[in-house]
């Protein structure tokens, strides 16, 4: 502490930087402070200040201080940044977008505030502003990974996105990074690579990722072990049952567990889509509450003493509970009243038995899914904390860990205080799952929580994009590397936890199967493939028509139809009007959902080839990602991309079902051409200049291309 005061404020001023620099902030706080009052109207100090009470976790206070530096300099673009920085903690997510937008227009070149920002649009679920926050970053700073990182984990990049290219580039040079830059940069490629189905490529960019991560990492496996161990000696049964009751009697929290990455944002966003439930997201408040309220020396009457919870009374526990609850509702910005507040910090699982005894008539929903889906999920993804991801053996063996750790409470707690989510049921069997979950939070029935993907709400979450689109089953499958590779991960989840795993899904072989997805278990059949083709006197395959709206795909997917129809040849035609008004009319037009209906209509496709049929798919399918995936699903020799070229004018001067003029409109949202891109083919196998020649000359040359492929030999 001070010992002697300095002669002037700016010795002060100066004392105060020197104590943030050795980062003894109390110290720097009680300089700044004093300068405060010497220098009233100096931006600098409340600047200063603002900084010193954020890290001290002061954040509040430290919005007050940001704003009167912001009031005293009002073009000063640093302090409208630290401004949002503090915000945005404080998941005041929408005044933090303002700030950071103040500070890059004070500052063009502000890479770190179009970052923060976007982060921020992300969270709020405005996609569109956030993909353009992050390319500003990108463009200011295109050797900073983390930029990357955050921008593949907000949008699903195609292969020839100029970012995809720039991290193709920057991996040229990669030694030229630092070591936490190669990490970002890995995680960031294996991201952008696993999302155009390169999946054997994209995991051999994340194994180089966490071993370069790893070493960086503190992490004590022994002492995690030790306290995971201890904890079930010391809240058994019979303390439950003895000290149960004496907590604050509120039944405001439900507590959302699990190993991160196991659906607990969906489970959070669900509940948060009723009326009656705040979602406060990821919220270590209860972790915070206990160590202000534990005994760290002896005489600290009125403290926890861990080592002695027989003691523990309800001047104790009380205080505890209603600190937490104080605490978290902090977060509650919107000024509406909950019955419910949702907290889905995945670490709670270890505080269960003492949130138990603080807030007895609490709720638990435990998210859990299988346990390798689980690890791979972590393993391919960067956390600030999660520190035992980085290793496939650490992470096995923490998930064992954590596995025993919850089987305990399960034991210990009484009735109807916890139950388990499976997120593979959660998807497969969306309404009586979510039924369960609000009778299990003493909450009513509300249809909302069906539509969870529409609800407006901040979501700070590597899941912030999957929880505002629809369930689909392709969620719960996920491609895997060889047992060899997995091995590590294996061992460390032991034979118990790798069997569930295994009785789910099979494990992938070195080679992995060409759509690159998991294999589920394929009886053997008396009539394969190759016969049924013989059959019909043909070899199967697909023709894919892609295209604008009224480039004229339809017209020449009929006609090559009748046209094989001609020769004896067995097909299916698929467009959008059969695939939309049945299999996919559960779908809408964003970019998640079209990428949906694309992988449906190949693993359709892959189907009716599996039958012996040829199929023409004639759909817009405007994602060079998508058809890449749907080539890869049915293979280069069953697969004939037919890209039908018009110009967009053209296109639209036909208009064939008016949807260019809706469009244009404003009445019909997101349509391809107009404000939504249409990614021509690179490299089709056929062009038809629908613009210039008629049909016939186009099936022509599609008939031409299929006979010297192969496609129209007779069997």
Not at 364 to 376: A, D, G, N, Q
Not at 650 to 660: F, M, Q, S, T
Request: glycine letters at 6%.
């Amino acid at each position: 502490m001070l010992d002697t005061q300095p002669a002037s404020a700016e010795d002060l001023f100066a004392l105060g930087n020197a104590f943030s620099a050795r980062e003894e902030f109390q110290d720097a706080f009680v300089c700044f402070d004093r300068v405060r009052v010497l220098r009233p109207f100096d931006a600098r100090v409340y600047n200063n200040l603002g900084a010193t009470l954020a890290r001290l976790n002061r954040l509040p206070e430290a919005v007050v201080r940001y704003r009167e530096a912001s009031v005293l300099d009002p073009n000063n673009a640093d302090i409208h940044h630290n401004l949002g920085c503090a915000l945005e903690q404080l998941h005041r997510l929408q005044e933090a977008v303002v700030c950071y937008r103040r500070a890059a227009e004070l500052n063009p070149q502000a890479d770190v505030s179009y970052n923060n920002m976007a982060n921020s649009l992300h969270a709020l679920g405005l996609f569109d502003e956030a993909h353009e926050a992050y390319r500003h970053a990108i463009r200011i700073s295109p050797d900073n990974t983390v930029y990357y990182r955050n921008f593949v984990q907000s949008k699903r990049l195609t292969v020839d996105d100029p970012c995809f290219i720039m991290m193709e580039q920057l991996l040229q040079r990669a030694q030229t990074l630092s070591l936490e830059s190669q990490a970002q940069l890995h995680f960031a490629y294996g991201q952008a690579l696993a999302d155009v189905g390169r999946d054997a490529a994209a995991f051999e960019h994340f194994l180089q990722a966490n071993a370069l991560k790893r070493p960086s990492v503190p992490y004590n496996e022994a002492m995690t072990f030790h306290l995971f161990e201890n904890l079930p000696k010391l809240l058994t049964a019979d303390l439950l049952k003895a000290k149960r009751g004496m907590g604050d009697p509120t039944d405001a929290p439900i507590f959302i567990v699990g190993m991160p990455r196991s659906g607990s944002t969906l489970i959070e966003q669900i509940l948060a889509s009723h009326p009656q439930v705040f979602g406060a997201g990821e919220c270590p408040e209860f972790a915070r509450a206990l160590a202000s309220r534990t005994v760290r020396s002896s005489g600290e009457a009125g403290k926890i003493d861990i080592e002695a919870l027989d003691g523990l009374s309800a001047e104790q526990l009380a205080p505890l509970g209603a600190d937490y609850l104080q605490r978290i509702l902090t977060g509650v910005h919107d000024g509406r009243e909950y019955s419910r507040i949702a907290d889905k910090y995945p670490f709670n699982f270890i505080y269960i038995g003492l949130i138990h005894l603080a807030l007895p008539n609490a709720r638990f929903i435990h998210s859990r899914r299988t346990p390798v889906e689980t690890c791979l999920s972590n393993f391919s993804r960067l956390f600030h904390d999660v520190p035992f991801s980085y290793d496939l053996g650490e992470l096995g063996r923490y998930y064992r860990a954590y596995d025993a750790l919850m089987t305990h409470w399960q034991q210990v707690l009484p009735e109807g205080v916890m139950i388990d989510v499976q997120y593979e049921e959660l998807v497969t069997d969306l309404e009586p799952t979510v039924r369960r979950m609000l009778k299990h939070c003493g909450l009513e029935w509300d249809e909302r929580c069906l539509a969870f993907h529409d609800t407006q709400r901040q979501v700070i979450t590597a899941s912030a994009t999957q929880v505002r689109q629809p369930l689909f089953r392709s969620s719960l499958e996920r491609w895997r590397p060889s047992r060899q590779v997995l091995q590590p991960l294996l061992d460390g989840l032991g034979p118990e936890l790798s069997m569930i795993a295994s009785q789910d899904y099979q494990v992938g072989e070195a080679d992995p199967a060409p759509d690159d997805k998991i294999e589920l278990y394929q009886p053997n059949l008396s009539v394969d493939k190759a016969q049924r083709a013989a059959l019909m006197g043909q070899k199967p395959g697909v023709i894919w028509m892609t295209g604008f709206s009224g480039a004229g795909k339809s017209t020449l997917a009929n006609l090559l139809e009748v046209r094989l129809a001609e020769q004896g040849r067995h097909t299916y035609l698929i467009d959008g009007d059969n695939l939309r008004g049945r299999l996919s009319r559960d779908l809408g037009f964003s970019d998640s959902d079209r990428s949906e209906n694309i992988r449906r209509a190949a693993e359709v496709a892959r189907l009716m080839v599996d039958a012996g049929l040829i199929v023409i798919v004639a759909l817009i399918s405007p994602l060079q990602a998508d058809r890449q995936l749907a080539r890869e699903v049915l293979g280069d020799d069953e697969f004939i991309e037919v890209f039908v070229d018009v110009p967009l004018e053209v296109a639209e001067a036909r208009d064939p079902k008016g949807l260019y003029k809706k469009a244009r409109a404003g009445q019909l949202k997101r349509f391809t051409g107009i404000d939504s891109p249409y990614e021509a083919p690179l490299h089709a196998d056929l062009v038809v200049d629908a613009h210039r020649s008629g049909p016939e000359i186009g099936v022509g040359a599609v008939l031409d291309l299929m006979a010297r492929r192969g496609l129209l030999e007779t069997r």
